[in-house]
């Protein structure tokens, strides 16, 4: 029961204010005494009333609340209630109206009749049960009317609802299932109708889970959730699901109605994302750790990457001279080991790198790969490949695949992911060899230093001891080694700066005459009975400057140390397919002993060590490359690819 609360002042709506219960009907009361209305309330179990004194008022309030049924009295001053009646029916066609005959006169009955009113009571006759006996009836026989009346429009709307629909009755039995719901859970209604609802149980979801829905339905709420679903082929899906008692003018529950929406490529989709956070969550702490090898960064970044988003091989390449070369892999595949090397042309990164974004194939087969030999090499039904540059350049790839096929707007979400993972690589790669470029200079520096601070050190030392007999002695024969040792010490400077200011990129160059420059360089060294030969002249691209360092420390290294037994030696220059060689008769240097030649400091005498070094370093700044074998005499002979492909020795400086 509820509580009546009296009309208020003026024409302004009042209401009977209560706890409605499930299938509740709100009637509003027009210029009925306040008694009559009273009792209305208190007959009718789960009915709420409205009151309102005049058509305006009543008419106001039935465009801005949810009312179910209006009762008008027959006499409303200036109206009748057969007019409000007309009224009501003209705006709200389908608002039931019942009229109130509040002065007995017969003829209100006929007119009554004749507007086409729902209902009829005389309250001076049958008395204010009699009314809201009336209302009841009119209640109940509407809303069967609106079930018979209406149900073709709506059985309509609900057949070509796109999401599925279901209708039990009050124990759970299928009474009802539209077409959607044939097509998501694959059961035909003819299936359905008479069985409960857990034919589509996946058992996911526990006995309790049941046990809350049941007792929220049976006290009239409405259930609202996701929940995972079977269906006939026992596939599982996610379905967003409502389910909402129907309940009759008593408020028992009378049918259930479920409308499930399947959401399962929504959930797949966020699934997808959340692997991506998580996946660059896990980068994000791989990156922040600066002591872990670039190797081992490499194979986390894989094993995070195939992990979070599902792929079972993964791995990243190196593009070099038209060859591809795995770096580091993860997953089962014959093919897709670290070592392992194909021609670029018979690899699924050749698309890679020419795509302007990651490369996706969500079915190689599907999708025109059958005969491509990439798919006959790796047979990866499924692929995700990303470019890797550095310095804007191609460096490689990151890839991720399987042998079984994907959708492919899986992979297209995943692929902003690849990406990102793809540059971290490059940056890392790019780190990785800054800093041991870094760590090698510093090596050589600390070398270098080294060297210059012994060699300095000894001819110091004897100038220092020759200084210090002279004083003591005072004979002038200490001064001469003390000039040599001077003359030492500005020997090392010289080359020290020499090797140091030489090892700029060249840019400016000139062709230069090989012969011509030889000869010249060749008078410009004490050659104590030495003999220069040319085979042939070719010009080199150079600068001239530099050149006659290289002839220059080559002469005099032949003439210092390459002398044999005759105590003279022969030096050769001339032309060859890739360069100009200088040669020479001497002792040579041993095979074990070739690579270190080129080492600042490197000397097997009184020389300054640099002389070889600064060969090295000029012809790196041209962009040659230089070597050293053994000549056609036994001698030591230095090749040099002035077009920086020679077979052998330090690749051109960069």
Same mark, same amino acid.
């Given at each position: 029961?509820?509580?009546?609360? @009296?009309?208020? @002042?003026?024409e302004a709506a009042g209401r009977i204010e209560r706890s409605s219960p499930a299938g509740s009907a709100v009637v509003l009361t027009v210029g009925i005494d306040a008694t009559v209305s009273e009792t209305v309330e208190s007959e009718l179990d789960g009915v709420e009333v409205m009151t309102a004194q005049?058509?305006?008022d009543a008419l106001e309030t039935i465009k801005s609340e949810p009312v179910d049924c209006v009762s008008g009295a027959s006499d409303l001053g200036e109206e009748d209630g057969v007019e409000l009646a007309k009224r009501v029916r003209n705006r709200h066609p389908g608002l039931p109206f019942v009229l109130v005959d509040v002065d007995g006169d017969t003829q209100v009955g006929a007119e009554a009749i004749n507007a086409g009113v729902d209902g009829y009571a005389s309250l001076r006759d049958d008395g204010a049960e009699a009314v809201a006996a009336r209302i009841a009836a009119t209640l109940t026989r509407h809303r069967s009317h609106v079930t018979r009346g209406q149900l073709d429009g709506i059985k309509q709307a609900v !057949?070509?609802?796109? /999401?599925?629909?279901?209708? &039990?009755?009050?124990?759970?039995?299928? !009474?009802?299932v539209n077409p959607a719901f044939e097509e998501l859970t694959g059961y035909d209604r003819t299936e359905a109708v008479g069985q409960n609802p857990r034919i589509l149980k996946s058992g996911e979801q526990s006995q309790a889970y049941y046990e809350r829905?049941?007792?929220a339905l049976l006290d009239g709420e409405v259930w609202e959730e996701e929940i995972v679903n079977r269906t006939k082929s026992g596939d599982r899906y996610v379905a967003h699901q409502t389910i909402a008692p129907v309940t009759g003018v008593d408020g028992s529950v009378e049918k259930f109605v479920a409308v499930q929406r399947d959401v399962t490529e929504h959930r797949r989709f966020e699934s997808q994302i959340e692997a991506s956070e998580a996946t660059l969550s896990q980068l994000y702490d791989t990156t922040f750790d600066a002591d872990t090898p670039i190797e081992t960064k490499l194979q986390r970044v894989l094993e995070i990457g195939a992990t979070n988003l599902g792929h079972p091989v993964g791995y990243v390449t190196r593009i070099e001279d038209g060859n591809q070369e795995i770096l580091a892999s993860v997953g089962s595949n014959d093919y897709i080991e670290a070592g392992a090397e194909d021609p670029l042309e018979r690899t699924y990164c050749r698309k890679t790198i020419d795509a302007e974004g990651p490369?996706?194939?969500? /079915?190689a087969s599907a999708e025109g790969w059958e005969d491509d030999p990439a798919f006959e090499r790796f047979n990866l039904r499924c692929y995700l490949g990303a470019e890797i540059r550095i310095d804007g350049e191609t460096y490689g790839t990151l890839c991720f695949g399987g042998e079984e096929p994907r959708e492919r707007a899986v992979l297209e979400i995943q692929q902003s992911t690849v990406k990102t993972l793809a540059r971290w690589i490059g940056y890392e790669i790019g780190r990785h060899r800054y800093e041991r470029t870094l760590e090698r200079k510093n090596e050589r520096l600390e070398k270098f230093a080294s060297v210059i601070s012994h060699d300095l050190r000894n001819p110091l030392h004897v100038a220092r001891a020759r200084l210090e007999l002279a004083r003591e002695t005072g004979d002038d024969a200490h001064f001469e080694p003390i000039e040599r040792a001077h003359g030492r010490m500005e020997s090392i400077i010289e080359d020290t700066l020499t090797l140091t200011r030489e090892g700029k990129l060249v840019t400016d160059v000139s062709s230069v005459s090989l012969d011509a420059i030889a000869t010249d360089c060749w008078e410009r060294v004490e050659t104590d009975g030495a003999t220069l030969e040319t085979t042939g002249d070719t010009e080199v691209q150079a600068d001239p400057d530099k050149l006659r360092h290289i002839f220059e420390n080559l002469f005099r290294n032949s003439v210092e140390h390459g002398a044999g037994a005759s105590g003279t030696v022969t030096v050769t220059?001339?032309? &060859? /397919? @890739?360069g100009f060689y200088v040669a020479d008769d001497g002792v040579g240097i041993p095979e074990t002993q070739r690579e270190q030649v080129f080492e600042q400091g490197y000397s097997d005498g009184d020389g300054t060590g640099f002389g070889l070094a600064i060969v090295e370093t000029i012809a790196r700044a041209h962009g040659w490359s230089? #070597?050293? &074998?053994e000549s056609r005499d036994g001698g030591a002979r230095f090749e040099?690819?002035?077009?920086?492909?020679? &077979? #052998?020795?330090?690749p051109p400086l960069q």
């Open positions: 029961m509820g509580r009546y609360r @009296s009309g208020q @002042s003026g005049s058509v305006g !057949e070509h609802a796109a /999401d599925a629909i279901v209708v &039990t009755d009050p124990d759970g039995i299928i !009474e009802y829905m049941w007792d490369l996706v194939v969500g /079915d220059v001339g032309p &060859t /397919d @890739s230089v #070597t050293v &074998t040099f690819a002035v077009d920086g492909q020679g &077979t #052998t020795g330090r």
